[in-house]
């Protein structure tokens, strides 16, 4: 593994968590470090990424699943649980978007429908 830090190779690293599995398609972006308002220095934060993945839920149903993976020096893999929740909406997400700090999914009526119809925004306090 190669760290940009010290710009050398290292042994291999083991990240804890657990990784998504059984994947149908995914997203992923880059999560931005908080910027303080005030003036002060911004504290330091591992780069992460999001990972959106729709994975299998029932019989034949696919259902959106969240993942924070951040790297060196943290190197861990977090799942979010938000499939139930997601699930319970019963809509057909199709897109997703990180779009200044915010997680929109984009989702259908029905499989009939060939746009999008619903805009749901998964807040993190």
Known sequence: MFS???YSFQSQAHTSGNFPENL???FSDALSADT???GRA??????????VAWIPHGD????????TYTLSPEENCQCLNLRERMYGLRLDFQMFALLGGRHLFF????????????????VFD
């Open 4 to 6: 940009p830090v010290n």
């Open 24 to 26: 149908a398609w995914y």
């Open 36 to 38: 303080p308002t005030n």
């Open 42 to 51: 911004a504290r330091y934060q591992a780069p992460s990424i999001r990972l």
């Open 60 to 67: 034949d149903d696919l259902i959106p699943e969240l993942w």
């Open 107 to 122: 989702a259908r009526d029905s499989e009939d429908c060939t746009t999008y119809t619903t805009c749901v925004e998964v």
